[in-house]
């Protein structure tokens, strides 16, 4: 079992950054990859960026250049760091990680194994 946590969220105003971070507990060892996904009201559950077990990530269009997922192994932490925000990035950032590197490569498709509560980022202009 692996248990996920989102912290960090919060108010900002465009322009600005938050870092989001997800703590990792349990059979952390058995994970292949961890993602950040976001939620925004009345829409759809969508990927942000996927960190893979050998290092590699991948970020959706509209993250990229502006969010950087990351992970403390020392910590168990998978972070993402947002900067540059815009309103149309509120939404809820949750947390997921999956134990099958199949499943990891189709990541925007995956229903992943684990999820965490969800975190809010609230953008104002």
């Known amino acids: 079992q692996v248990q996920l946590e989102e912290s960090g969220g919060g108010s900002v105003q465009v322009g600005g950054a938050l870092r989001l971070s997800c703590a990792v507990s349990?059979?952390?060892?058995?994970?292949?990859?961890m993602a950040w996904f976001r939620q925004a009201p009345g829409k759809e559950r969508a990927g942000v960026a996927v960190s893979h077990h050998d290092g590699t990530s991948t970020y959706e269009d509209f993250a990229k250049g502006r969010f950087t997922i990351s992970k403390d192994n020392t910590k168990n932490t998978l972070y993402l760091q947002m900067n540059s925000l815009k309103p149309e990035d509120t939404a809820m950032y949750y947390c997921?990680?999956?134990?099958?590197?199949?499943?990891?490569?189709?990541?925007?498709?995956?229903?992943?194994?684990?999820w965490g509560q969800g975190t809010q980022v609230t953008v104002s202009s």
């Open positions: 997921a990680a999956d134990l099958n590197q199949l499943r990891c490569l189709r990541w925007r498709d995956t229903t992943f194994d684990y």
């Open positions: 349990g059979n952390s060892a058995s994970i292949y990859c």
